[in-house]
């Protein structure tokens, strides 16, 4: 059975030094520090450009199923690649490349870590993570409690979305090529200052990608 109980502080530790830097870019710490708006600042990004927001959302809400290959890279020197799968809205899976024994699965509720090596499934709320942005039923990319800003830069089209409080606090850049309008990358900064990049390539939408992909593994050995 799967466990949906969220883990404790002790458990969170349990997961190996490898394994926690793998899903850092889909499972970010909370709490992420204030200077980030400091840090937008020096940046230079101007107000969110309503044209650029709105073809981000449009893009996502066109979507109904999409693939991609994608590398991860932390400034920590962890990097990882494999398949990301996506059929909105809520579903999305992570498939990782040997030697990394994780795959991570959301559902409308849960973000579950399915971990091969170990036979258990761990889950967390979805909402306390950065994949709530591109997950939802109607992606929306301005919300009353999230300060949004963009830039566009050689072609780059950055949204990046700032939530000062609450559970969700973080912070996620989106980057889409302007021509043609797709989304080739994310990127988090945790609370460490750590920034993981989610890199994009071989994008294919349309595929037939049943609902069984997006089911974690139920190890019959695992405890409830």
């Not at 990608?209 to 974690?216: D, Q, T, Y």
Request: with cysteine; hydrophobic share 40%; net charge neutral.
């Amino acid at each position: 059975m799967i466990n949906k109980t969220i883990p404790t502080a002790d458990q969170h530790q349990s997961f190996s030094y490898p394994w926690r830097c793998m899903i850092r870019a889909v499972l970010a710490p909370l709490g992420y520090i204030m200077a980030i708006v400091l840090l937008a600042q020096v940046l230079g990004m101007r107000p969110a450009a309503a044209d650029d927001i709105a073809k981000a959302e449009n893009w996502f809400n066109n979507i109904s199923t999409y693939q991609a290959d994608f590398t991860q890279v932390s400034s920590d020197g962890s990097h990882a690649k494999g398949k990301f799968s996506l059929r909105r809205p809520y579903r999305s899976r992570f498939d990782f490349d040997d030697p990394v024994p994780i795959t991570l699965i959301t559902t409308k509720v849960w973000l579950h870590v399915d971990d091969a090596e170990r036979r258990e499934v761990q889950s967390y709320p979805v909402s306390e993570t950065p994949l709530r942005v591109i997950l939802a039923e109607k992606i929306n990319l301005r919300l009353p409690d999230v300060k949004t800003t963009t830039s566009n830069k050689d072609g780059v089209v950055t949204i990046t979305m700032l939530q000062e409080d609450g559970e969700a606090a973080g912070r996620i850049s989106l980057e889409f090529d302007e021509k043609p309008f797709q989304l080739r990358r994310w990127v988090v900064t945790d609370a460490n200052g750590i920034t993981t990049s989610v890199f994009l390539t071989n994008p294919i939408k349309g595929l037939d990608l049943p609902a069984k992909m997006f089911v974690p593994t139920n190890y019959p050995d695992q405890q409830n």
